[in-house]
């Protein structure tokens, strides 16, 4: 079965560092996003990504986050100057159109992100 | 009001057991609903999705009312295997998969 995999599965950073978490998409799929899960909260939407271009962000995504697909393969989710807030699990996904239409949206397995 | 809501639980109940699990959702313009399993530290993971006349996969049925704006999980017959936390999922038609979950409910099923 096809996966979307993510990189590093955990990492530890200091607070007001920049972090690069990584993710490859499933290699025919289109549609690209973050979602984040704070510990014992629910999974929120993060961005989408779409035609190498953001397609929709929530609230928070502010400009402490970016993201980027630098080659063919990878899609990548930078969070600049980290606050201990930004402490939780960053899921990537991909789907092969951005709606349900008998369309699956898979997600990675995530990365545990932890500001000490 | 939440935009997503779910029985706060968790649940415990034994093997062989028939569970059901209610979501209600508050934006009357969401147009796809699932029901994705999450186990610890895990990915979510897509359980079925619910369409409007109901549907049934094996031993899970799920349930849609949109004038109530409510969804529904039952499992019967549950299994060890089915211990995880059950995560009502909400998106709108257009919105480029932009998910709206539920907090989710706690399942342990006991030998």
């Known amino acids: 079965e096809p996966e979307v995999t993510q990189t590093p599965s955990h990492q530890v950073t200091q607070m007001g560092q920049e972090v690069i978490l990584h993710c490859v998409p499933i290699s025919n799929h289109l549609y690209f996003y973050w979602y984040r899960q704070i510990l014992g909260q629910k999974v929120e939407f993060l961005v989408s990504f779409y035609n190498n271009e953001i397609s929709e962000k929530s609230e928070i995504f502010d400009d402490q986050f970016s993201v980027e697909r630098p080659d063919g393969s990878n899609f990548t989710l930078k969070i600049r100057s980290t606050k201990l807030e930004d402490s939780a699990m960053y899921f990537c996904a991909s789907s092969r159109e951005g709606t349900f239409r008998g369309n699956t949206i898979y997600f990675g397995e995530g990365s545990w992100l932890t500001v000490v | 009001r939440k935009e997503v809501e779910q029985d706060p639980g968790p649940f415990n109940v034994p093997e062989g057991a028939t569970v059901a699990f209610n979501c209600t959702y508050s934006n009357s313009a969401s147009q796809s609903f699932f029901w994705y399993r999450q186990d610890c530290r895990k990915e979510p993971k897509l359980l079925m999705s619910v369409y409007s006349s109901g549907n049934e996969d094996g031993r899970f049925t799920a349930q849609l009312n949109r004038a109530s704006q409510y969804i529904s999980l039952l499992i019967r017959d549950s299994k060890l295997s089915d211990s995880a936390t059950y995560l009502c999922?909400?998106?709108?038609?257009?919105?480029?998969?932009?998910?709206?979950f539920g907090k989710g409910t706690l399942l342990t099923v006991n030998p």
């Open positions: 999922v909400v998106n709108r038609e257009g919105s480029n998969y932009k998910l709206t």
